[in-house]
């Protein structure tokens, strides 16, 4: 999967803004802080989602974005609102909820009216 996002970034001409990487089974293994994150169709196969997401809360810059996706297919609303939920106590708030086809999907950012030290 990695490698037909490196090549559709090497198509676009947008290789040199966009960084690949294969996270480690228990975190995500990098510590830049980025503008933008994409979870697309894997949070639900994710064993601690609310570990996964606060590690992505605090990689990402005050005004950075992360964009879950997730297959409608596959997660019931009900499994999709607990997802928000577990985002909004890892700090995370939601701030649309963009038009994917065959999806249900939410942009995020970090919530800075709450302190997420407990």
């Known amino acids: ?49 609310k570990g996964f997401l606060k590690e992505i809360a605090s990689l990402l810059k005050s005004d950075g974005k992360l964009l879950i996706v997730e297959p409608l297919f596959h997660v019931s609303a009900s499994s999709f609102k607990n997802t928000l939920d577990t985002a909004r106590s890892a700090g995370l708030k939601s701030i649309s909820e963009p038009g994917i086809r065959f999806s249900r999907s939410v942009l995020l950012q970090p919530d800075t009216s709450i302190s997420t030290q407990a």
């Open 1 to 49: 999967m990695l490698q037909m996002v490196r090549q559709k970034a090497v198509k676009e001409g947008l290789d040199s803004r966009i960084i690949t990487h294969k996270s480690e089974p228990d975190r995500i293994g990098i510590s830049d802080r980025v503008n933008f994150a994409l979870a697309f169709y894997m949070v639900h196969e994710v064993p601690n989602a």
